[in-house]
């Protein structure tokens, strides 16, 4: 049985983690390496954080993989992102009896077809696992989301089927990629840069914020458990007293 580190009460935790996974660039740049090799270092962090978040019973984690702004990029770092994406994807179906249910959010119109496919199996056939949903933010922006709800609420008004009048937070909410989902409690940030980076845009109106120093290919369970804490000692107010 694996040491845990010391976590706050049950009551104290989160029901949802946000991280934006950033600074594998920099981790390969200390250690002269390609990036490319910090992409891969921080994709077996994302597993190894997964895992742990499910064991620890944290009932949903959103994880920022790749952002709308990221195809900026030079083609070969997207591209060995991409390639990354196709070896998790892979190798979640030796994952199976973890309980994870893995869902993607984002718009995955511009990615490539046979990555689209393995997206849709595996989402598939993670649908009814219930210890943990990860959700996987690839190819996603905050604004990008609240544009393609706009226009799926526009579609609806000018077909009649919906009175603009009508619509209410909870009908945006329920028109974003996570819809059903509860909104993030804390939003996780390695790498030392303080800001959100068009991540979660709408549903972290009321998270609280960690940033860490370290790196995201660094981070362990001890950086986790450090963030949680910080977070329970936060005292959550939501406009009241
Ligand atoms: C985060 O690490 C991963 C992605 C954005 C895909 P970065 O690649 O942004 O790492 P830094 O910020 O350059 O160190
Ligand atoms: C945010 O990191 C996106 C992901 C971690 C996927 P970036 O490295 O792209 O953010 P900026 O450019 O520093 O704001
Ligand atoms: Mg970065």
Redesign the pocket.
Known sequence: MEQFPQLPPQQFLPRHIGI???GN?RWAKQRGLPRSVGHKAGAETFRKIATFCRDIGIPYLTA????T??WKRPQEEVDAIMDLLREYLDDTAKHQGEDVRTCFIGDREPLAADLREKIRRVEEESAHNRTITVNI?LNYGGRDELVHAARRLAREAAAGRLDPESIDEKMVSNALYTAGQPDPDVIIRP?G?K?L???LTWQSAYAEFVFLDVLWPDFDQNHLCSALWEYARRDRRFGGI
């Open positions: 934006i996974m950033d660039g920022y993989a790749f952002s702004e990221n933010a790498s840069e800001r980076s068009n991540f």
